[in-house]
């Protein structure tokens, strides 16, 4: 699976947009891009993913690149319970059971504050 | 409908030690996955199991080993516990042939920490 690089650290204001860039500039045409989100002292939660269309759902939108060399997530009105660590994940889905590990960087702890 | 389960929510063994913990996965859920994550560090896949079978496996020694049972529950296994195993262990499910489309749901962890 491909590397990605994600700011270790972004604040926001409250009710305003909030955009978490990431890397993955090694991606490769068969690779989806996966968002993550781990509020402190739980388990990791599912935001959105693409392939190479931007996408969006209740909780965010997924902005990724014509050369699919970045992306970026964006919630469009940040809330305090917004703040978590947020990860950028690229993998390739394996349509057989078992073959679908996530590989975890760092992530963004994002801040959001009034 | 009951999420992603896990037990138990904390643990403390002392070294050399043997330990268990188990995942319920979430309801339909056929596939499970598990996972380690240090304190500060993102979680790292240990392995994943589909059909009472490990079908992946992270780079993690045979101290730790696992089972799936009929149900689709699991269970993870860490054999001579050491300090630096000291970790939140997740478990996470999802449907196979699904993936594309599905995410993996995450359940709350168990803290383990090893004296």
């Known amino acids: 699976d491909a590397k990605t690089t994600q700011p270790p650290s972004m604040d926001c204001a409250e009710g305003r947009a909030a955009n978490l860039p990431c890397n993955h500039s090694?991606?490769?045409?068969?690779?989806?891009v996966y968002w993550y989100r781990q509020i402190h002292s739980q388990g990791p939660q599912y935001i959105i993913h693409g392939l190479k269309n931007n996408e969006t759902n209740e909780m965010a939108s997924l902005i990724i690149t014509e050369d699919r060399k970045s992306s970026t997530l964006i919630l469009p009105h940040a809330t305090l319970r917004d703040t978590a660590v947020y990860y950028c994940?690229?993998?390739?889905?394996?349509?057989?059971?078992?073959?679908?590990?996530?590989?975890f960087g760092t992530g963004t702890q994002l801040k959001v504050e009034l | 409908d009951a999420g992603v389960t896990q037990s138990p929510t904390h643990l403390i063994k002392t070294r050399g030690q043997q330990v268990t913990l188990r995942c319920s996965p979430k309801?339909?859920?056929?596939?499970v996955s598990w996972y380690q994550q240090a304190l500060g560090q993102g979680p790292q896949f240990i392995f994943q199991?589909?059909?009472?079978?490990?079908?992946q496996r992270g780079n993690f020694p045979d101290r730790f080993s696992g089972h799936q049972f009929p149900n689709y529950s699991s269970e993870l296994n860490v054999n001579a516990l050491l300090l630096g195993d000291s970790a939140l262990y997740l478990c996470?499910?999802?449907?196979?042939?699904?993936?594309?489309?599905?995410?993996?749901?995450f359940g709350p962890g168990t803290r383990l920490t090893v004296l």
């Open positions: 199991y589909y059909e009472e079978e490990e079908r």
């Open positions: 309801s339909g859920h056929d596939t």
């Open positions: 994940i690229v993998r390739v889905v394996i349509l057989t059971g078992g073959g679908n590990k996530l590989t």
């Open positions: 090694t991606i490769s045409g068969n690779e989806y």
């Open positions: 996470a499910s999802s449907l196979a042939l699904e993936d594309r489309d599905n995410e993996q749901f």
